[in-house]
């Protein structure tokens, strides 16, 4: 028997692509390496067998700690703040595509919350002309195209997240009064996408709705 000091298993990492992610131990975005191992039983510190591959792991180029590649399925603080600010977008646009572009008050409102997400440079004219083209297309559509890009983000947000993007629809919905039955409908499947309980998505339309009578 070799004894155990002279025997071992070693693996030989190799880079296989980088990128950016966010490194948990960092607590922010960083550089990373992909690595792919191969395990070798060495004697004497001489590779002698071959013993399979390693599981891939995601190596921090700044702290050198390694997590699953699992890890690569978190968003950048980068890449959410851009996930939330087209989801903000699309929200404004297709409440207002419900029926809120006759109102002034619910285009400054929605044109807010689009320059507040992250498109300072964002004119009423343009978001008009914007929402133009989804009013071209059916409310089903609408909310289809809306529910695909918010869905994106549902997974990274905290429950009191998600329902803050569905109360600023409902604002938006209801600075010209009563929600129509297409802004309901709208804010509905938006409520499905954040994956938020009928019931829950219901009591906090009601709830916005009161606070706004």
């Given at each position: ?51 399979g591959a ?12 390694r ?33 809120g572009?006759e ?16 498109f300072?440079?964002?004119?009423e ?16 559509l ?20 998600r ?51």
């Amino acid at each position: 028997m070799v004894h155990s000091r002279l025997a071992g298993v070693r693996t030989v990492w190799r880079v296989t692509d980088d990128g950016d992610f966010f490194c948990v131990d960092c607590g922010g975005d960083r550089r990373y390496q992909r690595l792919e191992g191969r395990r070798r039983l060495t004697v004497l510190a001489v590779p002698v067998l071959r013993r399979g591959a390693a599981e891939p792991v995601v190596e921090c180029v700044s702290c050198r700690a390694r997590f699953p590649e699992r890890a690569l399925a978190q968003p950048t603080t980068t890449r959410l703040a851009t996930l939330l600010r087209e989801a903000v977008h699309s929200v404004a646009l297709g409440v207002l595509a419900a029926g809120g572009t006759e109102s002034e008050p619910a285009r400054r409102l929605a044109l807010d919350a689009v320059r507040d997400a992250g498109f300072p440079d964002c004119s009423e004219e343009r978001l008009l002309t914007l929402q133009a083209t989804l009013a071209a297309r059916s409310l089903s559509l609408v909310a289809t195209e809306i529910g695909e890009t918010v869905s994106v983000l549902t997974p990274h947000l905290s429950t009191p997240g998600r329902e803050s993007l569905l109360l600023r629809g409902a604002r938006i919905a209801l600075a010209d009064g009563p929600y129509r039955e297409a802004e309901r409908r709208m804010l509905t499947a938006l409520g499905e996408a954040l994956w938020l309980p009928s019931a829950d998505t219901e009591r906090l339309l009601e709830a916005a709705a009161t606070a706004s009578s």
